[in-house]
């Protein structure tokens, strides 16, 4: 959600820092890694039971992901094992800083309560995953409630006091599952609007080639046919096409037989007559002998 609406903002802010950065010799696989050894050290804090010291733990976590992309326009050194890089570390990032709150939680004897940050990672996976499926399909799949950068303020706060850890977990829990659901109906009416889009795609170049070439299958059924017809799958039309052509073929076998058992049974009634206008001849001459 923040990212959505500051993000512009956030760029032009950056954008010197990067500069100055590059001029210093700072990489953006520097500042990746240097974040996720912040994560390792905030896991370690926090399972410590020293939830106050995770918060600027938590900000030098976090702030890498602010000047990475900068860092990496400002040097020209965007590539994609940089952007893979950073996707991973991320998701190693979420896993160490979760897995530290819930050591915190085994070591203040909450029982049960310790598996969830194990279900509030589970979801925040689910988050990263439809993104990067959707953006693989075509689809943006961008925004929610609790994005990467809503996640760090939220954690943040839960390590404020460790009386109210407990409940803003629980409705860190709640808010990522919204998002999740959020996400996947977005991105499922995107899928469903792209499929009609592609089959419509699809029906039209098949009609062009169809006014091109007579002979292409289902170019008569789709000059004939209603429009929900033309939606049907093209193996359908190609099926009903070689059917349509087999029985041409079997039609075309059964009228050849036909003629050549009529030219037959032609030849044998003209060699008949012949035979006997033979047999007429004899017996005439026998009678004139």
């Given at each position: 959600?923040?990212?959505?609406?500051?993000?512009?903002?956030?760029?032009?802010?950056t954008?010197?820092?990067?500069?100055?950065?590059?001029?210093?010799?700072?990489?953006?696989?520097?500042?990746t890694?240097f974040g996720l050894?912040?994560?390792a050290?905030l896991?370690?804090?926090?399972?410590?039971?020293?939830?106050?010291?995770?918060?600027?733990?938590l900000f030098?976590?976090?702030?890498p992901?602010?000047?990475?992309g900068?860092v990496?326009k400002?040097?020209s050194?965007a590539?994609v094992r940089g952007?893979?890089?950073?996707?991973v570390?991320?998701?190693?990032?979420?896993?160490?800083?979760f897995s530290?709150?819930?050591?915190?939680?085994?070591r203040?004897?909450?029982?049960?309560l310790?598996?969830?940050?194990?279900?509030?990672l589970s979801v925040?996976?689910l988050?990263?995953?439809?993104?990067?499926k959707?953006?693989?399909?075509?689809?943006?799949?961008?925004g929610?409630?609790?994005e990467r950068?809503?996640?760090?303020?939220?954690?943040?706060?839960?390590?404020?006091?460790?009386?109210?850890?407990?409940p803003?977990?629980w409705?860190?829990l709640?808010?990522v599952?919204?998002?999740?659901?959020?996400?996947?109906?977005?991105?499922?009416?995107?899928?469903?609007?792209?499929?009609d889009?592609?089959?419509?795609?699809?029906v039209s170049?098949?009609a062009?080639?169809?006014?091109?070439?007579?002979?292409?299958?289902?170019?008569?059924?789709?000059q004939s046919?209603?429009?929900?017809?033309?939606?049907?799958p093209?193996?359908e039309?190609?099926?009903?096409w070689?059917?349509e052509r087999?029985?041409?073929?079997r039609?075309?076998?059964e009228?050849?037989?036909?003629?050549?058992?009529d030219?037959?049974?032609r030849?044998?009634?003209?060699?008949r007559?012949q035979?006997g206008?033979?047999?007429?001849?004899?017996?005439?001459?026998?009678?004139?002998?």
């Amino acid at each position: 959600m923040l990212d959505g609406r500051w993000r512009k903002g956030v760029d032009k802010s950056t954008k010197p820092v990067g500069k100055f950065l590059v001029r210093l010799g700072v990489k953006a696989n520097h500042l990746t890694l240097f974040g996720l050894a912040m994560s390792a050290v905030l896991a370690v804090v926090v399972g410590s039971g020293h939830l106050i010291w995770g918060i600027p733990l938590l900000f030098l976590a976090g702030l890498p992901d602010l000047f990475d992309g900068p860092v990496a326009k400002a040097s020209s050194s965007a590539s994609v094992r940089g952007a893979f890089l950073d996707s991973v570390s991320d998701r190693v990032s979420d896993a160490l800083m979760f897995s530290g709150v819930a050591w915190y939680l085994i070591r203040a004897h909450e029982g049960e309560l310790a598996l969830l940050p194990v279900a509030i990672l589970s979801v925040t996976y689910l988050i990263s995953y439809q993104r990067s499926k959707a953006e693989s399909l075509g689809i943006s799949a961008k925004g929610g409630l609790m994005e990467r950068a809503e996640r760090f303020i939220l954690l943040g706060a839960a390590f404020l006091s460790p009386q109210g850890l407990v409940p803003v977990l629980w409705v860190f829990l709640g808010l990522v599952s919204i998002t999740a659901i959020g996400r996947f109906r977005r991105v499922w009416i995107s899928a469903a609007s792209t499929d009609d889009a592609s089959t419509e795609t699809m029906v039209s170049a098949v009609a062009m080639r169809s006014r091109k070439v007579g002979w292409l299958p289902g170019s008569r059924a789709l000059q004939s046919t209603s429009t929900l017809h033309q939606r049907e799958p093209i193996e359908e039309r190609l099926r009903a096409w070689r059917i349509e052509r087999l029985d041409r073929r079997r039609a075309a076998k059964e009228s050849h037989r036909v003629k050549r058992e009529d030219r037959r049974m032609r030849r044998n009634g003209e060699w008949r007559s012949q035979v006997g206008k033979i047999k007429a001849w004899r017996t005439s001459s026998k009678a004139t002998r």
